[in-house]
C-alpha cells in the first residue's frame, strides 16, 4: 500500500527555521517525482515545487522559489520541505504528494495528510 | 502560465441530484494533463480524476470527466451525502514543469 506520512504540526514564531518531513512508503521512492502543495487557511491548493529523489532534481513554482527549499534523502525515502526564516504568512496546511507521469498524464495520485504550519509571534 | 477557471464557485444541491462542474483554461491544454480532486474538510485532496476522463482507483462511476481544449467538466450522476466537498482541477505544463490549480468548486448541500 502506498503512503506518504508527514511530520506533525509546527508552531513557530517569525524568524525561525524549520524542516518538515514526507516519509514514503510501499512504492519505490527513488522513481516518482514527489510535489509540495501549499493550503492557506480556508484558501485554494497552491503548487510549490517537485523533487526527483532518485537524483534530487528539483524544480520550484516561481511563486516559492527563493521562499523554500525542497530536499530528499532517498536512503531513507523522506522528501523535505523547510524555511530558514518563517513569516507569519507561511501559516498553512502543507501536503506532500507523489507525481504519476506516464502517457496516461502527470498528476498527484497519493497525498500525505498534511503538516500544520503555524506562525505567530 | 495557464490559468485555470472553475465555475460555479458553490453548487448547492441535494442528495440525488446531478453535479456538473466546470473548468475553463486560459489556453489550450492537453486532456493527459487535466485531473480533478476532492477535498473534504479536515482532509487531504483525493484523486478523482486523470487524463481529463479516467478515474482513479476506487473512485465510483457515478462520477465522470470530459472535455477537451480549454474547455473540461466534471459531473456527479446522482451526489450521495459523501460527495459534499470542494473540488479543484488541476493542469500540468511541461515546459518548464509547473502545476497549476483552479480556485476550486464548493458543492453543498441545499
Known amino acids: 500500500e502506498v503512503q506518504l506520512v508527514q511530520s506533525g504540526a509546527e508552531v513557530k514564531k517569525p524568524g525561525e527555521s524549520l524542516k518538515i518531513s514526507c516519509k514514503g512508503s510501499?512504492?519505490?521512492?527513488?522513481?516518482?517525482?514527489i510535489g509540495w502543495v501549499r493550503q492557506m487557511p480556508g484558501k485554494g491548493l497552491e503548487w510549490m515545487g517537485i523533487i526527483y529523489p532518485g537524483d534530487s532534481d528539483t524544480r520550484y513554482s516561481p511563486s516559492f522559489q527563493g521562499q523554500v527549499t525542497i530536499s530528499a534523502d532517498k536512503s531513507i525515502s523522506t522528501a523535505y520541505l523547510q524555511w530558514s526564516s518563517l513569516k507569519a504568512s507561511d501559516t498553512a496546511m502543507y501536503y506532500c504528494?507523489?507525481?504519476?507521469?506516464?502517457?496516461?498524464?502527470?498528476?498527484?495520485?497519493?497525498w500525505g495528510q498534511g503538516t500544520l504550519v503555524t506562525v505567530s509571534s | 502560465e495557464i490559468v485555470l477557471t472553475q465555475s460555479p464557485g458553490t453548487l448547492s444541491l441535494s442528495p440525488g441530484e446531478r453535479a456538473t462542474l466546470s473548468c475553463r483554461a486560459s489556453q489550450s491544454v492537453s486532456s493527459s494533463y487535466l485531473a480533478w480532486y476532492q477535498q473534504k474538510p479536515g482532509q487531504a485532496p483525493r484523486l478523482l480524476i486523470y487524463g481529463a476522463s479516467s478515474r482513479a482507483t476506487g473512485i465510483p462511476d457515478r462520477f465522470s470527466g470530459s472535455g477537451s481544449g480549454t474547455d473540461f467538466t466534471l459531473t456527479i450522476s446522482r451526489l450521495e451525502p459523501e460527495d459534499f466537498a470542494v473540488y479543484y482541477c488541476?493542469?500540468?505544463?511541461?515546459?518548464?514543469?509547473?502545476?497549476?490549480f483552479g480556485p476550486g468548486t464548493k458543492v453543498d448541500i441545499k
Open positions: 488541476q493542469q500540468y505544463g511541461s515546459s518548464p514543469p509547473a502545476f497549476t
Open positions: 504528494a507523489r507525481i504519476v507521469d506516464t502517457a496516461m498524464g502527470t498528476h498527484f495520485d497519493y
Open positions: 510501499g512504492y519505490s521512492f527513488t522513481s516518482y517525482w
